[in-house]
C-alpha cells in the first residue's frame, strides 16, 4: 500500500484537486443559472460579447466535439483513464511535464466522467466570445496537452543541445569543437 501512495501521491493529488474545481463549480452553475441562462455581473455587463457564464449541456466531447456520442465517449474516458494510471508509475521523476500533464488530463476525464454517469451529459458553462462553451475539466485537458507538447519541446532541445555539445571523437581520440 505504501508503494502504491508513493507511485500515485502526486497524480492523484493533482487530479483530486481539479475534480474538485471542476465538480465545485458544475454544481454551481446547475443550482444558480437555467438551462440555456447566462449570468455576468451587473458591473461586467461590458464583458457580455467577450466572456460570460451559461449553463449549456454537451452530449459530445470537449467544446462540443461529436454530439450525442455520450456512450461512446463513457467508454473512451474509461480506456484513457486507465492508461494514464497504468503508465504513469513508469514516467520518470524528472519528467515533471509528462507527469504535470498526465495529472491534468486525467482530472478532466474523471471530471467529466462524473457528470456522463451521473447527469446524462457533461455540464459546460465558461463562454468566450464565439469559442464554444466549455468547463474546468475541458480547460484542464487541453492545458494539459499543452504542457505535453512545451515539455516534449524543452526536452528535445535539451537533448540537441547536448548532442551538439558533446565531444566528438576522431581516430580514438577524443576533442572538442
Given at each position: 500500500?505504501?508503494?502504491?501512495?508513493r507511485k500515485y501521491w502526486?497524480?492523484?493529488?493533482?487530479?483530486?484537486?481539479?475534480?474538485g474545481l471542476d465538480q465545485w463549480t458544475k454544481g454551481l452553475v446547475r443550482a444558480n443559472?437555467?438551462?440555456?441562462?447566462?449570468?455576468?455581473?451587473?458591473?461586467?455587463?461590458?464583458?457580455?460579447?467577450y466572456a460570460r457564464i451559461v449553463h449549456w449541456y454537451n452530449t459530445g466531447a470537449a467544446f462540443g466535439l461529436f454530439k450525442d456520442a455520450s456512450m461512446v465517449l463513457t467508454?473512451?474516458?474509461?480506456?484513457?483513464?486507465?492508461?494514464?494510471l497504468f503508465y504513469y508509475p513508469q514516467v520518470s521523476q524528472d519528467?515533471?511535464?509528462l507527469r504535470l500533464a498526465l495529472?491534468?488530463?486525467?482530472g478532466g476525464a474523471v471530471g467529466n466522467l462524473i457528470d456522463r454517469l451521473t447527469i446524462g451529459h457533461v455540464t459546460d458553462f465558461i463562454s468566450v466570445g464565439n469559442f464554444p462553451v466549455f468547463n474546468v475539466a475541458?480547460?484542464?485537458?487541453?492545458?494539459?496537452?499543452?504542457?505535453?507538447?512545451?515539455?516534449?519541446?524543452?526536452?528535445?532541445?535539451?537533448?540537441?543541445?547536448?548532442?551538439?555539445d558533446a565531444p566528438?571523437?576522431?581516430t580514438g581520440e577524443t576533442t572538442s569543437e
Open positions: 500500500m505504501k508503494d502504491l501512495f502526486a497524480i492523484l493529488l493533482i487530479a483530486a484537486l481539479i475534480i443559472i437555467p438551462q440555456g441562462g447566462t449570468w455576468l455581473p451587473e458591473s461586467m455587463l461590458w464583458l457580455s460579447p467508454v473512451l474516458a474509461f480506456i484513457v483513464i486507465g492508461a494514464i519528467d515533471w511535464s495529472s491534468m488530463q486525467l475541458d480547460a484542464s485537458i487541453s492545458v494539459g496537452a499543452v504542457v505535453l507538447f512545451v515539455g516534449v519541446w524543452l526536452q528535445e532541445r535539451a537533448e540537441k543541445k547536448k548532442r551538439a566528438i571523437e576522431v
